[in-house]
């Protein structure tokens, strides 16, 4: 029997992972939003999360339990709210992999333009640094030999382990992930991490209440660009 025969039928492999199911979780506009603002890593309400996708309680609780089922965020009680987060760095990493290949939506307004500049500037990639300023730093550390790019490792080097030691950054290796707004490499993994939180705990950068963009204090603008011999701007 040939394959042009027409009584041969291909069997459906119910084995196979339902990656249309999947896709169909992310990609409805309401949740691929809420997905979206999650990625700065913290925890929102359903409330909060609401709002950021534009519709109503009983909808969001809604759209939220399908991904809370599908383990793409997880749910945690406090008192009278529930808080949500992303499940995992893999998914986050999932998440961001989308955003690189997906078009840019154009921003209509002066707010939203403003919000985009910022995002692109400095951002959370759920745990690490994100944007121009997170690919600048990670290009000086590799001109200054503090880090040797070994897709998809950054390994640090003696000398960067001196360099961050007065930091308190752990001997810890990075991990390279594509950043959607500047399409190159920034540190990610153990060590991008850990960048991250001593840029917050330090005050360097602080948090955007509304999203996951990141503001250089002037304090950071001066001990980052010294320290890396990067431009903030």
């Known amino acids: 029997m040939s394959l042009d025969d027409p009584c041969f039928v291909l069997e459906r492999n119910e084995t196979e992972p339902d990656i249309a199911k999947l896709a169909a979780l992310i990609t409805e506009p309401a949740r691929a939003a809420m997905l979206m603002h999650l990625l700065d890593g913290r925890s929102w309400t ?120 007065e930091l308190g950054v752990e001997r810890v290796d990075g991990r390279t992930c594509m950043d959607w707004s500047e399409r190159r490499l920034h540190l990610a993994g153990p060590l991008g991490q850990q960048l991250a939180q001593v840029c917050l705990a330090r005050k360097w950068l602080q948090r955007d209440p509304r999203s996951r963009a990141l503001r250089i204090t002037p304090e950071g603008a001066d001990f980052l660009g010294g320290l890396f011999g990067v431009s903030i701007t």
Not at 74 to 88: C, D
Not at 130 to 154: C, F
């Open 46 to 165: 359903a409330a909060e999360l609401g709002r950021v996708a534009g519709v109503g309680a009983p909808t969001a609780s809604v759209h939220l339990r399908k991904l809370v089922d599908a383990q793409l965020i997880q749910m945690s009680p406090a008192g009278r709210h529930r808080y949500f987060r992303i499940a995992n760095e893999e998914i986050a990493r999932l998440l961001e992999q989308l955003s690189r290949l997906a078009p840019t939506k154009p921003a209509q307004t002066v707010g939203a333009k403003r919000a985009s500049s910022s995002l692109r500037r400095c951002r959370l990639c759920y745990d690490h640094l994100a944007g121009r300023l997170a690919v600048a730093i990670t290009e000086s550390m590799i001109r200054k030999a503090w880090l040797i790019e070994m897709e998809p490792w950054y390994r640090l080097t003696d000398t960067g382990r001196e360099a961050l030691a």
